[in-house]
Nanobody, 124 residues
Framework: QVQLVESGGGLVQAGGSLRLSCAAS????????MGWFRQAPGKEREFVAT????????NYADSVKGRFTISRDNVKNTVYLQMNSLKPEDTAVYYC?????????????????WGQGTQVTVSS
């Protein structure tokens, strides 16, 4: 089991940027594909971005494509989500998740380990 701790959330104006980080411990980080998901109040958790073990393969939700970038550092055991051109509809709790497989997935059920989440609030 891997432990995940997110950081970097906060309050930002529309059009601004934030960089989320997720530090992993307790497992072999390079054996895991990683994902970011988010949940807004009153809504179901939704997929945001995912990356395979090496970092060469990535996938994004249509709603964030071109604005968000997922990356990872297998030396620092950390995955990042760079969020640019933020919109009020990006407001949510953002969760980092680890998949016990080197291939990425957009399905939350494929992820066994989750962080506690970090709040992102975008004001208009």
């Amino acid at each position: 089991q891997v432990q995940l701790v997110e950081s970097g959330g906060g309050l930002v104006q529309a059009g601004g940027s934030l960089r989320l980080s997720c530090a992993a411990s307790g497992g072999t980080f390079s054996m895991y594909a990683m994902g970011w998901f988010r949940q807004a109040p009153g809504k179901e958790r939704e997929f945001v971005a995912t990356i395979n073990w090496s970092g060469y393969l990535r996938n994004y939700a249509d709603s964030v494509k071109g604005r968000f970038t997922i990356s990872r550092d297998n030396v620092k055991n950390t995955v990042y989500l760079q969020m640019n051109s933020l919109k009020p509809e990006d407001t949510a709790v953002y969760y980092c998740a680890a998949r016990r497989n080197q291939l990425y997935s957009t399905n939350s059920y494929d992820y066994a380990d989750w962080g506690q989440g970090t709040q992102v609030t975008v004001s208009s």
